[in-house]
């Protein structure tokens, strides 16, 4: 595990957290310990696949555009739902402010980006954004279907 990642709890009754230097290096980090704390949650197949989409949307955001040092992800599950909370020092950037992408359009006659956010919208239960002390905040629930 890379020097640039730190990580608390990982009690499934509670929250556990991830905290990295915005770097191509993490990454890989990041998603091994996001997949094994979806397995000590007890969630479905289902929901562990549509969290990796999720997780990689968000973090290609992050990683990409928001010139980010340092992010943080927590994940807790709350009955049948997981909850992940992002959180970067970057630029502000509300997700929910930037309008659908209009998909029956064809990929010519479209603007680059924006198709990773409508997945992540999709793909969720809710989704919440806040700007608080300089920090971008996302939070996202993902149910059980």
């Not at 990041?30 to 562990?48: H, M, N, P, R, T």
């Not at 930037?98 to 990773?116: C, F, H, I, P």
């Amino acid at each position: 595990m890379s020097d640039d990642i730190g990580i608390t709890g990982s009690d499934p009754c509670h929250e556990a957290v991830i905290e990295a230097k915005v770097s191509d290096s993490s990454m890989e980090d990041i998603i091994a310990f996001v997949e094994c704390e979806l397995e000590g949650l007890d969630v479905s197949i289902k929901q562990v696949n549509r969290s990796m989409v999720v997780l990689d949307e968000i973090c290609s955001n992050i990683f990409n555009y928001s010139q980010a040092n340092v992010f943080r992800i927590s994940i807790r599950k709350s009955e049948e739902d997981i909850i992940f909370t992002f959180m970067d020092d970057g630029k502000e950037f509300d997700p929910l402010a930037v309008e659908d992408v209009d998909v029956s359009a064809s990929v010519e006659q479209r603007d680059e980006g924006g198709l990773g956010i409508l997945i992540s919208k999709s793909l969720s239960k809710s989704i919440h954004y806040e700007r608080m002390d300089g920090k971008n905040i996302i939070t996202l629930t993902l149910g059980p279907q």
